[in-house]
């Protein structure tokens, strides 16, 4: 099993970026998929859901209305894509399904 994300790195606050997670070794079509962050000395936080099929998305109150997630079965990749970003939302973001975690992405929102 593999999840691999991509996409992080520095953005100014108020710009966007969207992170790709490409999943192997499970059936991802038939697996909820999850984004999580963790920031520096905090705990890691539940960040998105998406389902199986993609009709259903649930956001943390902290992201809603700025990020979106979603997913390419037949890619076999979920995103997340994050606009109006806040210095507050510097975080290794991480993707997580069938119970495996990615290795994550640095995201950094500074001027």
């Known amino acids: 099993v593999q999840l691999v994300e991509s996409g992080g790195g520095l953005v100014q606050p108020g710009g966007s970026l969207r992170l790709s997670c490409a999943a192997s070794?499970?059936?991802?079509?038939?697996?909820?998929m999850r984004w999580y962050r963790q920031a520096p000395a905090k705990e890691r936080e539940w960040v998105a859901t998406?389902?199986?099929?993609?009709?259903?998305?649930t956001y943390a109150d902290s992201v809603k209305g700025r990020f979106t997630i979603s997913r390419d079965n037949a890619k076999n990749t979920v995103y997340l894509q994050m606009d109006s970003l806040k210095p507050e939302d510097t975080a290794v973001y991480y993707c997580?399904?069938?119970?495996?975690w990615g290795q994550g992405t640095q995201v950094t929102v500074s001027s």
């Open positions: 997580q399904g069938s119970n495996y």
């Open positions: 070794g499970f059936t991802f079509s038939t697996t909820v």
């Open positions: 998406i389902s199986s099929t993609g009709i259903t998305t």
